[in-house]
């Protein structure tokens, strides 16, 4: 959310998401908005944060393209915040969270939410970064091509 | 990075990664990480950061498990900051922010830099949750199965 860029930042297109969405705030807002949660008083509760910044977070998601508004689906005067599409396709950002954590930051055996195919009930398989014919990529077969 | 936590974020895989990584610094630092950087003045000159804020949060990223430190591969008296295995498997989230802000937050035609196979010089294929059977997996096909 700083100005500061590096050098680089602007060709940089980790750099750019992560001007959007880097920070905790805004990245547990799309979580809730994945879940369903559209309505400031449901994220405000999920997430305990102080008013002012919940509504400081969600115009920057909706200035971002990321969420849109939209009157209550039930006729009420409520506002409700809605992912659009460019918001929809965080889906791989919050999954690759998810799997990391599943992976990383639980005690084997600890309770955690899981992530279920609705057709199957069954977890979803881990993503994995993929080369063009197939094969599992690991970060050593990569490199970064900079923009002169 | 604040305290508040939800009542379910003790159990949100996403959450608990959002806690630890969930900041723009930690995530660009993790970003130079994986591009070779490894010590603290080219972290500083690459982003541009407060030295004490950069101290701090490689501090926490080590604390984290995420990077770790070690002497200088050149023998001089420099401390290094490499991943960890545990940082390493960030590559699938570094990639998914990547290719979001390539399909979203660039102009059609706009250059910006690219992450290559090393093997056949072309970019990574882009990534997508997939369903066990292998069929692509859309967000409204799953749901979150809540630990009770």
Known sequence: MAG?????????PVARSVDIVGDRWSLLIVRDAFDGMSRF?????????????LSDRLH?????GILETRAASDGSAYQEYVLTAKGE??????LAL??????????????????IDKRTGKP?????????????????NTEVRKVS
């Open 60 to 64: 920057r998601l909706v200035e971002a």
């Open 124 to 140: 979803i398989p881990l993503m994995a970064p993929k080369a063009s014919d197939g094969r599992g990529l690991q970060h050593a």
């Open 89 to 94: 396709s965080l889906f791989t950002v919050v």
């Open 41 to 53: 008083g449901d994220f405000q509760r999920s997430l305990g944060m102080a008013r002012n910044i």
């Open 4 to 12: 500061h860029k590096s050098m680089n930042d602007e060709s940089c």
């Open 98 to 115: 998810r799997q990391w954590g599943e992976a990383h930051l639980f005690a084997r055996g600890e309770r955690h939410s899981q992530l």
